[in-house]
């Protein structure tokens, strides 16, 4: 069984472009969660989407929005990138047992 | 905002030495988890603790919940270079399904 995919696992980007991230959830997880997390620091919760709706939000500007799916895949997309908006992107997929991160995506931003 | 704050930051030690990793918060929760973060990967899930006092043990990992339900300790016994990783606390956000994860401390284990 599955557990949740990330892609792609890193990517380099200039300063200003615009970048999409790919996350296929555990099998029986209906809800999709995203994560930046900084070099050696803890995940920051960036949102959520379940039933394709955005359920909550962190504390991410607008140029950060995502989608989900009917088949409860989801995309995090991210305009006018930054260099602070290098980091580890990890995807977690959860149900009401608990959550399954993935190994999220590498963004390089130069 | 619920904040966890990990100690020590980071940790170097020998294979075979004991140590013992703190999540403090000045919050109760109604229950935390306990993440290893290996480089390269995702955060898994070691341990969820729920009831004031609990212990909880994983092979030679032991976990703590506060009386208080506010802390948590991760101690290791006899540590391997297996070990080494990013040690994350995190807790459910009230009435909301999002996990809140600590500052994190950094362990490496040399041979």
């Known amino acids: 069984d599955a557990g949740v995919t990330q892609s792609p696992t890193h990517l380099i980007k200039t300063r200003g472009q615009q970048v999409t991230l790919r996350c296929s959830p555990k099998s029986g997880h209906d809800t999709v969660s995203w994560y930046q997390q900084a070099l050696g620091q803890g995940p920051q919760f960036i949102f959520q989407?379940?039933?394709?709706?955005?359920?909550q939000r962190g504390n991410f500007p607008d140029r950060f929005s995502g989608h989900q799916f009917p088949n409860y895949s989801s995309e995090l997309n991210v305009n006018a990138l930054l260099l602070g908006d290098s980091a580890l992107y990890l995807c977690?997929?959860?149900?009401?047992?608990?959550?399954?991160f993935g190994s999220g995506t590498r963004l390089t931003v130069v | 905002t619920q904040l966890l704050e990990q100690s020590p930051q980071f940790l170097s030690i020998q294979e075979g030495e004991n140590l013992t990793v703190y999540c403090n918060s000045s919050s109760v929760f109604s229950s935390l988890q306990w993440y290893r973060q290996e480089p390269g990967e995702g955060p898994v899930l070691l341990v969820t603790v729920v009831t004031g006092g609990e212990v909880k043990k994983l092979k030679r990992l032991t976990f703590q919940f506060g009386d208080a339900r506010k802390d948590s300790s991760l101690h290791i016994t006899a540590a391997q270079p297996g070990d080494t990783g990013l040690y994350l606390c995190a807790h459910e956000s009230y009435n909301t399904d999002k996990l809140i994860f600590g500052t994190g401390t950094r362990l490496q284990v040399f041979p």
């Open positions: 989407y379940y039933e394709e709706e955005e359920r």
């Open positions: 977690a997929s959860s149900n009401r047992w608990g959550y399954t």
